[in-house]
């Protein structure tokens, strides 16, 4: 038993050395998986960080890719103007040249026409010359015959009117002398009669105008007279009466006018002289009159005031 029991123990405890061992080994085993586990987190952290930088340049490569192939739309559409423009530009260039040898072609024919245009106009100069000179040649005649039957029709005329309108006859035709006086006499007499209608127009136009001066100085004398006689009416002293009449006076008419201003200037200076020697007598007795009640006509009713 006790060998047993020694057997046992030694049993147990290499038994429990062995656990002892392994749980160590197992411990160690699960330190190291911790480092392990820590670094594999690590790295897989760094890689979600570079999987997420990756996807970031695989975007950022996607839209420029956009863009590159966008570009490359835009570019291959401008190709394609252009490729257009060229193809426009080479079929005008091609219309040009055609033009252009039709325009040589034209020209030719331009320069064969103006030549005959040319040739056509020296035919037309010489066939204008010709014109000319039959014109010319008929005009001649054809103003020979015109002036020609003009001096008949006023050779007729004539005869008809220094005849009296009578036909004459034909033993008695009217030579061109026996003609030409007649015209002579009857440019003479018409030359006397406007002669005497100038002299007439111009002695009424005097007339008229001489008339015309008279009536305006008629007009002159009435308007002065009308004044002195106003003068006369109002209270007017002979200071008044004076330069009415020096203004009747400087009154510049003529005949036979002038006569009746003479007329009338005796006629005021007689009333000038009795109105003065009335004021003077009025003033000599002492009498003084106010400018109202001095007058010509207040005179006249001066013995009924002083009775």
């Not at 790295?43 to 996807?55: G, P």
């Not at 106009?121 to 014109?135: F, G, I, T, Y």
């Not at 010319?136 to 020609?148: F, G, P």
């Not at 030579?175 to 111009?202: F, G, N, P």
Request: charged share 30%.
């Amino acid at each position: 038993i006790s060998a047993l029991q020694k057997g046992y123990n030694q049993v147990l405890h290499q038994t429990l050395s062995e656990r002892n061992s392994e749980i160590t080994s197992l411990k160690n085993e699960g330190e190291n998986l911790r480092k392990d586990n820590a670094v594999t987190s690590g790295m897989v952290s760094s890689l979600q960080k570079e999987v997420l930088t990756r996807d970031e340049q695989i975007q950022r490569l996607k839209q420029e890719v956009n863009q590159l192939k966008s570009e490359n739309k835009e570019k291959g559409h401008q190709l394609e103007v252009l490729s257009s423009r060229c193809h426009t530009l080479n079929e005008e260039l091609k219309k040009e040249d055609s033009q252009k040898e039709h325009q040589e072609a034209q020209g030719k024919e331009l320069k064969l026409c103006k030549t005959q245009i040319q040739d056509m106009d020296r035919e037309m100069r010489k066939l204008r010359e010709e014109l000319k000179k039959s014109s010319a040649e008929q005009n001649t005649i054809s103003r020979t015959l015109r002036e020609k039957s003009k001096l008949e029709h006023f050779r007729s005329q004539v005869i008809k009117a220094t005849s009296g309108r009578v036909k004459p006859l034909l033993d008695q035709a009217v030579t061109d002398q026996q003609l030409t006086e007649k015209i002579t006499r009857v440019t003479e007499d018409s030359m006397h009669l406007q002669q005497k209608k100038w002299a007439l127009q111009k002695e009424t136009h005097l007339h008229n105008s001489k008339w015309e001066e008279i009536t305006e100085n008629v007009e002159k004398l009435k308007t002065s007279l009308d004044s002195c006689q106003a003068c006369m009416k109002m209270s007017c002293g002979s200071k008044d009466l004076k330069k009415e009449l020096d203004l009747l006076q400087s009154l510049q008419v003529s005949p036979p006018v002038s006569g009746l201003q003479k007329v009338a200037l005796g006629i005021l200076r007689l009333s000038l002289s009795w109105l003065e020697g009335t004021e003077r007598l009025l003033g000599d007795v002492g009498i003084q009159l106010s400018s109202s009640e001095a007058g010509y006509w207040h005179f006249f009713l001066l013995p009924h005031v002083v009775a």
